[in-house]
């Protein structure tokens, strides 16, 4: 079972940016997609952005033309560049493995995102 390590959260006022990290501790190619969710207070974890094993991508509306995922297999690393942030993107953000068309459920610790002024 693959271990991912979220990090590269914090503070950033709206309309700033930030890149988020996924490290995994093995090899990436066996699975289908991997993807970032996100859960904000007194809601439920979101999908927001999935990268497949061919580099094709997905995101939720909330979200397009602001935030980019990419990977670099040579590292086992998922990023999420995310611009022009709003208030309401604030949630801990978690990275997940697709294997098999299931979501893994092994969450990590996330790394936590709060745009404010």
């Known amino acids: 079972q693959v271990q991912l390590v979220e990090s590269g959260g914090g503070l950033v006022q709206p309309g700033g940016s930030l890149r988020l990290s996924c490290a995994a501790s093995g090899s990436i190619f066996r699975f289908n997609a991997m993807g970032w969710y996100r859960q904000a207070l007194g809601k439920q974890r979101e999908l927001v952005a999935v990268?497949?094993?061919?580099?094709?991508?997905n995101y939720a509306d909330s979200v397009k033309h602001r935030f980019t995922i990419s990977r670099d297999n040579a590292k086992n690393t998922v990023y999420l560049q995310m611009n022009s942030l709003k208030p309401e993107d604030t949630a801990v953000y978690y990275c997940?493995?697709?294997?098999?068309?299931?979501?893994?459920?092994?969450w990590g610790q996330g790394t936590q995102v709060t745009v404010s002024s």
């Open positions: 990268i497949t094993s061919g580099g094709s991508t």
């Open positions: 997940s493995a697709n294997e098999g068309g299931r979501w893994k459920g092994n």
